[in-house]
């Protein structure tokens, strides 16, 4: 399938996680470069699995495609782009100044800010400077689950606003030297992203409710912020072959009234669909059949018996075992898209059901947890979410009254800036995040927690936080200082990997969990999500996406999981208290 007639050098994918956005990316990319375009392919999610899709190992320099020659992709990743970033505004000091004011520049650059603004830089050299990408007619970028994307799409104008008002030169991010001599290259970056001969923004969504909702939120803002050249592609819709299949036909019906009720902003935009695929998408090959008559075709006539991995328990069998302990934190992790937010709140329904206090909570900016309960309420269970803008206003506030209290005028003000900074927001949600689980001491907590890279970043800066809280305020929370404790005890914290029966889910997930170790913090089970196995299926694609289910059920009850249980595939989509209660029943 042809995306794009006329395509713009520069193609932003983004969307809900889980929708498809890499697949899409990568086969717009292959297209292009097949009709001899030099592309380079560019992911900015700090948990891309492009690596896995390409079928090609690649780091933070554009790495050649072996079976395309015009094709060259490469993954932003925030750690080795800080790493860099570091020792390019520390690196020209050395021999120059003190050991000790050296070590102090390092410090200073030794932040989870740093991580972001970092990635960003890089993000900007590629977008803003013509030069660094000359050799390419297209560079397609692969973007992060969207609430990630907003926030890196906005940074331009947040940092070149902190940048004027700044008068001393310093910031969270340490000197700010570097900083300013990188502002003509963050304006031409803004000045690309909104111009529609330049940069398309692509939204990709599947034909479900929530992923074009979300699709049409990003739409609104990101047309706020000039960025008005907008494609949308609908990805995995469905279309019924055996018509006396009940699953097959609820399937069908589910993305047909989800299309039917698409947001007004979404229906003016050109638009692409991509049909469901029997089984997943890795290499080259099964991305060039992405979107055409082949990449669905099968013999309807050859049954295709499913091989179900026996003895997977429900995730209801293991409720009583997460309540034992009669209060805690319970943590749904995850790739973005995998359902989070519903193993959550129906975690949450089960432990309120059984008569505990339980508040849900949620760090994802693209969160969704209000409409997994359809507006309806259960006694003992409350529900929140941590919003950045409240959150990083009392943090401001806070600040401001302790450290600013004895502060004279100029001191205050310098004080003022660095809080106008974007990377206060990242201190305050985490002190939000910090402070719900200390909650868990006295009832239970269950965070729907943002997508796997993001998280992981997230409880990363748990180590780093001492030196940058320690700037502004004279002691640390004890909150805080408990954190890290209390995510690795298994008696109070338990964390549930949540999945997909397929590739790169499955594989984000070990990545997540071999993570989680590295930081001492111990998966109490995974859940795997959708699953179609247990299913009395009929229709031919579905029974072949059953079968192909099955390695990676038994990839992670093999290698990966010590504790792991299933959620079938609901005919009913699980919003409200009925349905969420029907993913955790018994029977």
């Not at 932003?12 to 470069?33: D, E, N, R």
């Not at 689950?145 to 940092?159: D, E, K, N, Y």
């Not at 973005?336 to 994802?364: F, M, N, P, Q």
């Not at 936080?465 to 690795?488: D, K």
């Amino acid at each position: 399938m042809k995306f794009f007639a006329q395509p713009t050098r520069n193609l932003f994918f983004t969307g809900k996680g889980g929708v498809g956005k890499t697949s899409v990316a990568c086969a717009t990319a292959v297209q292009l470069a097949d009709v001899g375009k030099k592309v380079l392919l560019v992911s900015t999610d700090p948990a891309s699995n492009l690596d896995e899709v390409l079928g090609v190992a690649l780091g933070n320099h554009p790495t050649p495609i072996p079976a395309i020659p015009t094709l060259m992709a490469m993954n932003l990743d925030p750690e080795k782009s800080a790493a860099e970033y570091r020792e390019r505004m520390v690196g020209p000091y050395r021999g120059l100044l003190p050991e000790a004011a050296v070590r102090s520049m390092e410090e200073q650059f030794s932040g989870s800010c740093t991580l972001e603004i970092a990635a960003f830089d890089e993000f900007s050299r590629l977008l803003g400077d013509p030069m660094a990408t000359a050799e390419f007619d297209h560079v397609i970028f692969d973007t992060a689950p969207t609430g990630h994307t907003l926030r890196l799409l906005t940074l331009p104008s947040a940092w070149d606003g902190f940048m004027e008002q700044n008068t001393t030169g310093t910031s969270c991010l340490g000197p700010l030297a570097g900083l300013q001599s990188q502002q003509k290259l963050y304006q031409a970056s803004v000045e690309s992203l909104s111009n529609p001969a330049v940069t398309t923004l692509v939204l990709v969504a599947r034909a479900e409710a929530s992923a074009l909702r979300e699709a049409a939120r990003t739409s609104g803002e990101l047309a706020e912020l000039g960025v008005r050249n907008q494609h949308l592609v609908v990805n995995g819709v469905f279309q019924a072959f055996d018509t006396s299949d009940p699953y097959a036909v609820a399937l069908q019906q589910r993305g047909e009234a989800a299309m039917d009720a698409m947001p007004d902003v979404l229906k003016t935009l050109p638009r692409a669909i991509v049909p469901l695929r029997p089984a997943g998408i890795l290499g080259i090959e099964s991305l060039r059949r992405l979107g055409t008559l082949d990449d669905v075709s099968f013999d309807p006539a050859v049954e295709v018996e499913a091989e179900p991995v026996a003895g997977l328990p429900l995730l209801s069998e293991w409720i009583d075992d997460l309540v034992a302990p009669g209060h805690g934190v319970i943590l749904a992790m995850g790739k973005g898209g995998v359902g989070k937010t519903t193993v959550a709140a129906a975690v949450a329904v089960a432990i309120a059901e059984r008569g505990y206090e339980v508040h849900l909570s949620t760090t994802d900016p693209a969160a969704h947890i209000a409409a997994a309960f359809n507006n309806e309420h259960l006694p003992n269970l409350t529900v929140s979410r941590i919003d950045p803008e409240v959150e990083t206003a009392k943090y401001s506030v806070e600040v401001l009254g302790k450290a600013g209290a004895n502060l004279d005028a100029p001191g205050k003000a310098l004080l003022e800036e660095d809080l106008r900074s974007p990377c206060t927001e990242e201190i305050a949600v985490f002190r939000a995040f910090a402070a719900a689980v200390a909650d868990g001491t006295n009832k239970f907590v269950v965070l729907d927690t943002a997508p796997t890279g993001h998280t992981v970043l997230l409880l990363d800066s748990a180590l780093a936080y001492h030196r940058e809280v320690t700037r502004q305020a004279s002691e640390m929370p004890e909150f805080v200082q408990n954190l890290l404790p209390r995510l690795r005890d298994p008696n109070f914290t338990r964390v549930l990997i949540v999945t997909l029966p397929e590739a790169t889910p499955v594989h984000e997930a070990a990545a997540l969990q071999r993570d989680l170790r590295r930081a001492e913090i111990e998966p109490y089970a995974w859940i795997i999500n959708q699953v179609l196995s247990t299913l009395p299926l009929t229709d031919p694609l579905l029974k072949q996406r059953q079968r192909h289910e099955q390695k990676y059920l038994r990839e992670v009850r093999e290698k990966h999981a010590s504790r792991v249980a299933i959620i079938p595939w609901q005919m009913e989509p699980p919003v409200g208290l009925q349905a969420l209660h029907r993913l955790i029943r018994s029977e």
